[in-house]
């Protein structure tokens, strides 16, 4: 206790000692406040990381479930339409819900929208052409969805 | 010890850092393992998705001959028949839906799985190496009258819960001969030989009919020809050219005229001969494009074509008839042979087709 009172008024009555205690808490601060600013943008930086990272998880792994098939493409001549009508039937044998977002004949788009399908259900869409489909022609249909997937082949119409 | 550290002119800062630096480390550590978790997350769906795609590509499924047996009428406007399949793929198929193609009416039944009702099917789980297996099948469709009533063919579609699809036209019509009778190969192009590949129309039988006999044909009758033909090629597609022909050489039985009706190619949209009908042949703007193999496997060799025969002249839509000497219904035998003029890899070829021998009015 004698020797703790009598190094503060050693400290209080030396003339060189103020700047190393300055010098001290500056490292302190300085150490705190830089250490506190990595910790600010390397969360910051690891978190935006983190963030696109799973979307792009979550996307791939979203788009890899999906699987569809078209079972049948109907070339429908409706009375009145001249041979512009074909109905295609999709089943969806994925793992998750798929949505067809556009259906595309001989490369031109016919039909769009959302038609959600569920797993393993099957749904038809019927299509309404600009132009009539040739008798006995091969079409090259393609079908959407929304997450990107496409799947494609040809079928031949009636003749 | 806290005295001692509380002694210390330095480390504080030493302290601090080394605090700092291991929360880093952890955080970014964490990251890591974050990462890795995720990433094995996602290549145990890639490789659960390989799985059912590889399952579905193992599948592979036959109709046998005669396709369809056990027809029965159950009576209010039921049928029931089996429908017999071999699974000669290396896993077990779940039929989920059947469709039945009516070829001449361009009607489509869809039939269910199900066990009561009607248009539906049951027993369709068919297990790898099952070679006649039987999928019962009930449905107003009267399989009795095909082709009694001169119908063309069902094509039947069997759907599996993979996303397969496996279809067989009904009836089978290519005959189980020795070789392969079914078809006349002649370079690229492969003629289709059965009883349904070649048809014709008139003004007064505007539906497609096999032309084996044209019967009742009337002297004078304008008619249309449709041949069934394939690229077997599968480097390069095939346009036809106008100057393709079907030529029927007349052949009286009082003694051959000799006299030779030709037909040239007409647009794909003809349907039968008549003015708003049948159509010229643009070889330029609107031409029959073969499209080429897309499956060497395939063993119908690629893509059937009709192709339409009917002009009386290159690139016209000048109705044509038959000759048949006099007036009436005369019988008449005719041998055909067919002139087809191609582009294919950029280079005209043209080949002659022995191709087959109708008769009009016989008989017999």
């Known amino acids: ?159 | 010890m806290f005295k001692h550290f509380a002694m210390r002119r330095k480390g504080v800062g030493t302290v601090l850092g080394a605090g700092y630096f291991i929360i880093i480390m952890l955080a970014v550590f964490n990251l890591i393992m974050w990462e890795v978790n995720q990433y094995d997350a996602y290549r145990q769906l890639v490789d659960q998705m390989n799985q059912v795609d590889q399952e579905r590509i193992s599948e592979n499924l036959e109709f046998v001959y005669p396709v369809i047996i056990d027809r029965e009428d159950l009576g209010s406007g039921k049928y029931s028949f089996n429908l017999t399949v071999r699974n000669i793929g290396g896993i077990t198929i779940n039929t989920a839906r059947l469709y039945f193609y009516n070829c001449s009416s361009n009607a489509l039944k869809i039939i269910e799985k199900s066990i009561t009702g009607v248009d539906y099917f049951t027993n369709g789980f068919i297990n790898p190496g099952e070679t006649n297996h039987k999928i019962g099948v009930v449905s107003t469709l009267d399989m009795n009258k095909v082709p009694a009533d001169g119908s063309r063919p069902f094509i039947i579609y069997l759907a599996t819960e993979r996303g397969r699809t496996f279809s067989s036209v009904y009836p089978i019509t290519i005959p189980k001969w020795g070789g392969n009778p079914g078809f006349i190969d002649i370079g690229p192009l492969r003629f289709k030989f059965d009883y349904y590949s070649l048809n014709y129309t008139t003004p007064s039988k505007t539906v497609p009919t096999p032309a084996w006999i044209v019967s009742p044909y009337a002297s004078g009758t304008s008619i249309m020809f449709f041949v069934t033909v394939i690229n077997t090629a599968s480097d390069d597609d095939i346009k036809l050219k106008r100057y393709c022909v079907f030529d029927c050489i007349e052949l009286a039985q009082s003694g051959a005229s000799g006299k030779i009706a030709s037909f040239y190619i007409v647009d794909k949209d003809s349907t039968w001969p008549g003015a708003s009908t049948m159509f010229p042949y643009d070889e330029v703007n609107d031409p029959y494009i073969l499209p080429r193999n897309p499956d060497p496997n395939n063993p119908q060799g690629g893509i059937a074509n009709i192709i339409k025969f009917g002009a009386a002249s290159w690139g016209t839509a000048e109705v044509k008839c038959l000759y048949t000497g006099g007036g009436g219904y005369a019988q008449y035998e005719y041998l055909i042979l067919m002139g087809f003029y191609y582009v294919y890899q950029g280079h005209d070829y043209g080949a002659t087709i022995p191709f087959v021998a109708i008769r009009t009015n016989t008989p017999t």
């Open chain 1, 1 to 159: 206790m004698k020797k703790n009172r009598r190094t503060r008024f050693a400290l209080i009555g030396s003339r060189r000692a103020i700047s190393t205690l300055l010098a001290n808490v500056l490292v302190v601060t300085m150490v705190v406040a830089l250490g506190t600013m990595l910790f600010i943008w390397t969360t910051g930086v690891m978190g935006a990381y983190q963030g696109g990272a799973g979307l792009w998880f979550s996307t791939r792994s979203e788009v890899m479930k999906e699987r569809l098939a078209i079972e049948e493409v109907w070339f429908t001549n409706v009375a009145g339409q001249d041979r512009k009508n074909i109905t295609i039937y999709i089943r969806n044998v994925g793992a998750n819900e798929i949505k067809i977002a556009a259906v595309y004949v001989n490369s031109t788009q016919v039909w769009t929208g959302t038609r959600i399908i569920e797993v393993g259900q099957v749904d038809r869409i019927s299509l309404t052409l600009t132009t009539s489909w040739g008798r006995g022609s091969v079409t090259y249909i393609s079908v959407a969805t929304l997450r990107g997937n496409v799947v494609k082949g040809y079928w031949q119409a009636p003749f």
